[in-house]
């Protein structure tokens, strides 16, 4: 299934309007350097900010909630360590798109508890790829 420009869940849709704004502010500069005349900067590295939408979007989409609450679910048998929790960091884009998901998908489902979490995590100056400060 191809990736939709939107959802029919509110908060994917806008997720994604937001990531379409930061986008176009990122391409702003761009654009009127290049009408004026001059030789644009260097653009900030390509993030695909609707890549956590998909992520969850894609299966929803395609009427399989199971699947994205698998994608979720805590592993059988595992303990939640507090202490290394707390001190775990997102490092890679990959991990701020799943944690980012994770956090649209407690929003979807009303579980404010692990989406305030998530969303302290993501508000974390790791979660955010260099060059990008949206």
Same mark, same amino acid.
């Given at each position: 299934?191809?990736?939709? +420009?939107? +959802?029919? +869940?509110? +908060? ?6 937001a ?15 290049? =009408?004026? #005349? ?5 653009? $900030?590295? %390509?993030?695909?900010?609707?890549? $956590?939408v998909?992520?969850? #979007? ?5 009427? =399989? $909630? ?9 592993? =059988? ?6 202490a ?6 997102l490092?890679?884009? %990959? ?5 980012a998901a994770e956090?649209?998908?407690? %929003?979807?489902? #009303? ?18 790829? $260099? #060059?990008?400060?949206?």
């Amino acid at each position: 299934m191809s990736k939709l +420009y939107t +959802y029919s +869940y509110p +908060y994917l849709s806008l997720w994604q309007t937001a990531a379409a704004g930061v986008k176009r502010r990122h391409a702003s500069p761009q654009k009127l350097a290049i =009408q004026a #005349g001059q030789t644009p900067a260097a653009p $900030p590295p %390509e993030v695909d900010l609707e890549a $956590p939408v998909h992520i969850i #979007g894609v299966p929803l989409a395609a009427g =399989q $909630p199971d699947t994205v609450q698998a994608m979720f679910a805590p592993k =059988q048998g595992a303990t939640l360590d507090l202490a290394a929790a707390a001190d775990a960091v997102l490092h890679t884009a %990959e991990d701020c798109a799943k944690a980012a998901a994770e956090f649209l998908w407690a %929003e979807i489902t #009303g579980n404010k508890d692990r989406s305030d979490t998530l969303a302290g995590e993501l508000k974390s100056p790791n979660a955010t790829p $260099p #060059g990008l400060n949206a």
